[in-house]
């Protein structure tokens, strides 16, 4: 259950037989982990689904009960049967989770759900906040003999590097010069 989608559960008809359940239904899948000598072929789920997906197909998905499985005669009305690929000594998954699988791979076969950012993309740093940042950090550095003037080396070019790697935001930036401006100021 996702938080807070109790409108499904609501909406949900209930039957009393297989045969209701199926009314308006164009393809069925059982999902049944003991083969049968007969009856439909077994389908691995994500391969039967992005057939289905695009066939405009009403599915529905069968469960039999956790403790027994689907009885015969309900997986002989189904189209297919959905093996889901587990290790061979342990096939048979909690139905809650089988349930939460193949619900997760019909609604990718559908094309999924686009990705809500859940906070704002971030501002990043343009290349003049970065060249401010090191003018100052540079200066600080030399301040407290970190860096000698008369032999940098390339220890500018370097953390002007990692500072482009490091996809500064112009939050991140404003912090980089504050410690930069700590390093030269006294303590009060």
């Known amino acids: 259950m996702a938080s807070g989608a109790t409108d499904i559960l609501a909406q949900a008809r209930i039957v009393d037989h297989l045969e209701e359940a199926l009314d308006g239904i ?74 939460q699988l193949l619900a997760y791979d019909w609604r990718q076969a559908l094309g999924g759900f ?27 550095l030399e301040a407290i003999g970190y860096l000698d003037p008369a032999a940098p080396k390339k220890l500018m070019p370097r953390l002007n590097q990692l500072f482009n790697r490091a996809q500064l935001t112009s939050e991140e930036v404003h912090i980089l010069r504050g410690i930069a401006r700590a390093m030269v100021t006294p303590p009060r």
């Open 26 to 99: 164009t393809f069925a899948c059982a999902t049944a982990m003991t083969p049968r000598d007969f009856g439909p072929p077994l389908r691995e789920p994500r391969s039967l689904f992005s057939e289905l997906a695009s066939g405009g197909h009403q599915v529905a998905l069968v469960f039999g009960s956790e403790r027994y499985g689907m009885r015969n005669e309900d997986v002989y009305r189904c189209h297919a049967v959905l093996s889901i690929p587990t290790h061979p000594d342990y096939g048979s998954l909690n139905l809650a989770q089988a349930v």
């Open 114 to 140: 686009a990705v809500q950012a859940r906070t704002p993309d971030p501002n990043l740093a343009d290349a003049l906040a970065i060249q401010g940042l090191l003018t100052h950090l540079q200066g600080s």
